[in-house]
């Protein structure tokens, strides 16, 4: 079974379930690095922004943006209850994968991969980007939370079998791309604020810039 399989069935609220504390108990935005980011590019005086989170959870991010910023949040998460629990915190989240972005054309200003790559599978990636960039705007920005690698690595992960964990740069996935530009690119260990020596613990903030043509 294909992996996005299993999160849509099964994995996705068993994710949820295990990491619901966790994410509750986070002070945002000082406890979330994509927030920090977005509070430092905001643009001022742009009228109500669109923002899409891919991976989502139970939309505890997109909520803190909404009820701060001027922005309309829109979300996909595999896991019916974290779907569920985000609808209740007034985001308008669906089921769904990163593959398939049901949404009109350049409709969002903001699209933010929450932490979900990793778990992709590979042959889909092509798609991924794909998506993305159709339902972008121009200009707009796209916000990558991952683990980082400076070369493909997969692992096993734990809490499902048969599953696999993908660490790469997911830059690449948009930078290869005349349109799209990094702007930001920041590694730090995994759940702390610190940096690591250790590569197997790095996670990577990206914040990449599309442009429709950016030589004018």
């Known amino acids: 079974m294909i992996q996005k399989q299993i999160f849509l ?3 996705g609220n068993a994710w949820h379930t295990r990491n619901q504390q966790s994410v509750a108990m986070r002070k945002l935005p000082d406890d979330d690095a994509l927030l920090l980011e977005i509070l430092d590019f905001m643009p001022q005086n742009m ?3 669109k923002v899409l989170e891919v991976g989502c959870g139970d939309g505890t991010r997109l909520a803190w943006i909404k009820n701060n910023l001027n922005a309309d949040c829109y979300g996909i998460e595999p896991s019916t209850q974290a779907v569920e629990q985000a609808c209740k915190n007034g985001v308008k989240v669906q089921q769904g994968t990163a593959d398939i972005l049901p949404f009109k054309d350049h409709y969002f200003d903001i699209i933010i991969f929450g932490f979900c790559l990793y778990l992709c599978d590979r042959e889909d990636l092509f798609r991924i980007a794909s998506e993305a960039d159709l339902v972008l705007s121009e200009p707009g920005w796209l916000l990558i939370l991952d683990f980082f690698s400076p070369f493909p690595k997969k692992n096993v992960y734990h ?8 660490k790469m740069d997911y ?5 290869w791309h005349p349109h799209f530009e990094c702007m930001s690119h920041k590694i730090k260990k995994h759940g702390e604020k610190s940096y ?3 590569h197997d613990d790095w996670v990577a903030v990206s914040v990449l810039r599309k442009y429709q043509n950016k030589n004018t």
């Open 9 to 11: 069935q099964s994995e």
């Open 159 to 166: 809490h499902c079998k048969g599953v696999q964990s993908y």
């Open 47 to 49: 009228g109500v922004l």
């Open 196 to 198: 690591t020596d250790n």
């Open 171 to 175: 830059r690449t996935l948009f930078t």
